[in-house]
């Protein structure tokens, strides 16, 4: 074993001994490196390790924590299933109360982001002013094509602008996607687990579902498989990064043979990648489609959940399906398209997301410290390194009192049910933990913590 790993595992042993508790400041990297007589390389690389684990984080000129993961919380069971083909049922375990930052998934966007996104806003109308007559380009205006594709090439994912289709928002990537990959009656692997508002989309296209179970490391694979050799599935449909709404991320190896099983089996697969920046680490993971050298793959994304979601700017690169993909494109706001990519070049989104993973970092922290004081004792919470939700799993839980009592106290949840067309996940929850935990968020979870103790069986 490296000598950083050893000593990260020496770190590991004294936390979860409770030698060292949440919230604790390491050591300095040049004291560490004279502790343990090692360069600064290996210190750094223990560090980063630990990190990468969820046992530490960093903070911008402070140094390493312990972080939460350190309370001992207990994650959900990722119960396995026998997957099979089944109809997405519209959704009936919505609140009436409108859209809350309890439930959902969206990003506190602070005022000096708002100030320079204003002045993005206004350039663009200025250097557009000459195009304002004309139709928006079908597969988008190569300038922004083109600071998309440098912006993730310098974060590791290699992309050309000709590969790219600006899109509608995300959601608008993924259907599009669907509808070139698959047609009415045509079934589609999904996690299980999986995001109410892509369950929504297949019920509207007339599709059909195939929940996997989810695991640790992703989803069950060995099941997909067994579909596409028999022929019952005709595409995939996964977020494989920070996952809505368990929080998992696909290790390396999943998401790698995610890329072999579509060019061994020829099967389009979506990948919905939308939380892929919002990683809490100092680095985000490399997609699914990465890996792909076939064109099987389909990567999605937007800035709707890392900037605003009202700008409804996306993409796709639909790999194989490139030119039948354009061919259902109409054109994004030219306007908003030169606005996004001034805010890219200047550097301004680098820094925004820069800022957003260190307080994702935090406030995850503070939501943990929260739910583990306040929620019953047999409760399990995700702690993903990751995204903007949090999954909690409340044995004895009714979710349609839960449901009846929120709309009462004007709280918005989103119950396990919704994620679903089976009957699992019945005593689970979905949680934001995208806005700051101040007051006004903490009276929310009391009004909360208080209906669900009416709302769980002993």
Known sequence: MAKYKQIARQF?????????????????????????SISMTTAVSCYQELEALGWLVARPQA???VSARSQNLRQPDWQGFTSKVAK???QAHRSQVPDGPLGRAQLAIDDSTLQLVNKSLRAAIRQTSALFGDYPARQGEPVLRQVLAEHFTQNGLLLKAEELVITHGCMDAVRRALEVCTQPGDSVAISSPCYDGLLDLLSVLGLQIVELPSLKEGIDLAQLE?????????????????MNPQGITMSVEQKQRLARLAADYKTPMIEDDIYLELSHQTQMPLPASYYDQSGYMLWC??????LSASLRVGWCRPGRYRQAFIERSFGVSTILQFALADFIDKGDYAKHMKRVRYQLQQQKQHYLAYLTQHLP??????APDGGLVLWLQIPGLDPQKLIKLAQGAQLDIRVGQLFTASQRYQDCLRLNMGWPLDQNLKQQLDRLMAIMGHSVHC
């Open 12 to 36: 590991i042993d004294d936390i979860e001994a409770g030698k060292l508790s949440a919230g604790v400041k390491m050591p300095s990297l040049r004291r560490l490196a004279n502790q343990q």
């Open 226 to 242: 067994a579909h596409l050799q028999q022929g019952t599935v005709q595409a995939g449909l996964f977020c494989t990064s920070h």
């Open 377 to 382: 004792p047999s409760s399990r919470i995700t």
């Open 63 to 65: 140094g390493f924590f």
């Open 88 to 90: 997405p049922r519209v």
């Open 301 to 306: 994304g937007s800035v709707s959940k890392t």
